[in-house]
Each structure stands twice: as structure tokens, then as C-alpha cells.
């Protein structure tokens, strides 16, 4: 099978249309994956590789390329993106382009990293093309393992990315981190957990169509390949009621503390009303 870029219509919630090929004008050998959007959606950064000849030539060199849209709607044959971010050599793939159009992030083996493949990031000007050189997010994101598909919103400083190089449950996890780029300092990763992760790999997030979800890629349940899985929230609701002891009516005024019985830091507090009731989510 060789990978193209497939889009599916939303007909509703986790309704969609069936998938169709998007036509780039690509030999039947190029293969083509992990696209992300410039604003707009005009303007379409993936990875890009080719099928080897034969068995022997078993070394894929993966490149990003940009492809833009016409006003017809039409995409253009995909071009390798100026600059430094392809290196010769080396791999530089699974692109993310910030809301704003400013900023690059993608996965590269390229020298000056922590070993294996690392998260880099790169500015880009107003024609979508980098205007700097790449820059490694630094150890605290990086490991001598390999980071993958990284997803960063620029107004929460949030990281998500995958990670096998990391103490997880398994293959590729996903981890979150707060930040920013440029200025290189990052909160240690955490963990999703379970059931978001599992002891196979799981690659890649991206908001979901309904609040408070997001889609991502894992080999859970499949023998060979990676399938999209949707995450919906579940929350858990601790309820009850603040009692007087001798006249066994509600109290008013209460603290209520929720505590991590772990790590015994505070949760959450809150106050109880006329009612005495409390409820944390």
C-alpha cells in the first residue's frame, strides 16, 4: 500500500462522509502523510518519501513538503520547503504548523539533538517558507529515544507529542508539556496514562469535532497498522453533604478540601452553601 492524503467530510458529531483521495499530482511511488494547515487551509506542509526500488534499498529519506491551494480549490504538486529544515541525510518529517502560520514544529534525526529522532521548531514567514533555522526544544521534550507528531496551541502553551524514549506503558505514549519555543524552557512531561496510552504505540493528537475530544492513532486493536480512535472526556464527580453533628441539619460555611491522596496536595476547595452540599468534578 502506498500512503496518500484522504479527507472525509463531518457530517455530524462522529459522522463522516466517505474518504476520498486528495489529488496532488504525485508518482505512484511518492508517498505522502501527517499533513497540517497553514491559516486559512491554504497552504498544506507534509512528509514526503519514497517507495524503495527493491528490497535492498530499504532506507526511506522522509522530507516536508508544502503544497498550495488555488482559489478553484485545486492543491499544487507538493514541493520540498525551503531553508534549513530538510537536510540532506537526514529525516525531517510529521510537520505541525501553528494556528498563526509563525512556527514549525517537526520530528528530525538531524545532528545536534538528543539522540534518535527529536522535536525541532522553526519560524516561518508570511509565504509559509522558514525564516530561520531549526531549533531543538531542548532535553527536557527530547530523549536519546525517538519524539514523534507534535501538536502545539500557542495561547494555552501546550505541547502534546509522542515519545518512546520516555517511562510510559509501552511503544509511543503521549505526553503533554507547557512552554514555548523560543524561549526553551518546558514543565516536565506527563503522562496521558490509560486509557489514552496503551502498552502499543500511540501517535499523534489533534482537537476532536466535539468539545473536550481529540483524535489520535495507536495499534491497539489492529495485528499490523495504526488506526484513528476518537478520546471523549469521562468525568467522575465526588458529591455529598456537610452535616451538623447535633442537629443533624446542613451546615453552611463548611470547607470542603479535596486532596491527592498520593501526593497530599490540594485539589480543590470549596465552600458549602445553605444547602451543605459540595461537588468537585
Avoid at 539533538?113 to 530561520?132: H, I, K, N, R, V
Avoid at 507534535?150 to 501546550?158: A, F, L, S, V, W
Wanted: glycine share 12%; with cysteine; charged share 20%.
Amino acid at each position: 500500500f502506498v500512503n496518500k492524503i484522504y479527507r472525509a467530510a463531518i457530517a455530524r458529531e462522529l459522522d463522516f462522509g466517505p474518504p476520498e483521495i486528495t489529488r496532488l499530482g504525485t508518482g505512484s511511488r511518492t508517498e505522502l502523510a501527517a499533513s497540517s494547515f497553514g491559516p486559512g487551509a491554504s497552504r498544506m506542509y507534509m512528509t514526503q518519501w519514497q517507495q524503495p526500488d527493491s528490497k535492498k534499498d530499504d532506507k526511506a529519506r522522509y522530507i516536508i513538503v508544502m503544497s498550495t491551494r488555488s482559489d478553484s480549490g485545486n492543491w499544487s504538486a507538493p514541493v520540498a520547503i525551503t531553508g534549513a529544515v530538510n537536510m540532506s541525510g537526514y529525516d525531517s518529517k510529521e510537520p505541525f504548523v501553528t494556528p498563526d502560520g509563525k512556527t514549525l514544529l517537526f520530528s528530525s534525526d538531524r545532528p545536534g539533538g538528543e539522540g534518535g529522532f527529536d522535536l525541532w521548531y522553526c519560524p516561518l514567514g508570511t509565504d509559509g517558507a522558514p525564516s530561520g533555522v531549526p531549533v531543538n526544544l531542548g532535553s527536557v521534550v527530547n530523549t536519546r529515544g525517538d519524539e514523534a507528531n507534535p501538536y502545539y496551541d500557542p495561547g494555552t502553551g501546550k505541547l502534546v507529542f509522542s515519545s518512546n524514549g520516555l517511562v510510559g506503558m509501552g511503544g509511543f505514549d503521549l505526553y503533554k508539556s507547557t512552554g514555548t519555543p523560543d524561549g526553551g524552557r518546558w514543565s516536565a512531561p506527563e503522562d496521558l496514562g490509560y486509557p489514552v496510552n496503551s502498552s502499543k504505540d500511540d501517535n499523534g493528537y489533534f482537537p476532536g469535532v466535539e468539545a473536550g475530544h481529540f483524535d489520535t492513532s495507536s495499534d491497539r486493536q489492529s495485528v499490523c497498522c495504526l488506526e484513528l480512535f476518537d478520546v471523549a472526556p469521562r468525568h467522575v464527580a465526588i458529591t455529598g453533604t456537610v452535616l451538623d453533628c447535633d442537629t443533624q441539619k446542613p451546615l453552611a460555611g463548611a470547607t470542603v478540601r479535596l486532596t491527592d491522596s498520593a501526593t497530599d496536595k490540594l485539589v480543590a476547595e470549596q465552600t458549602t452553601g445553605e444547602s451543605g452540599s459540595y461537588r468537585f468534578q
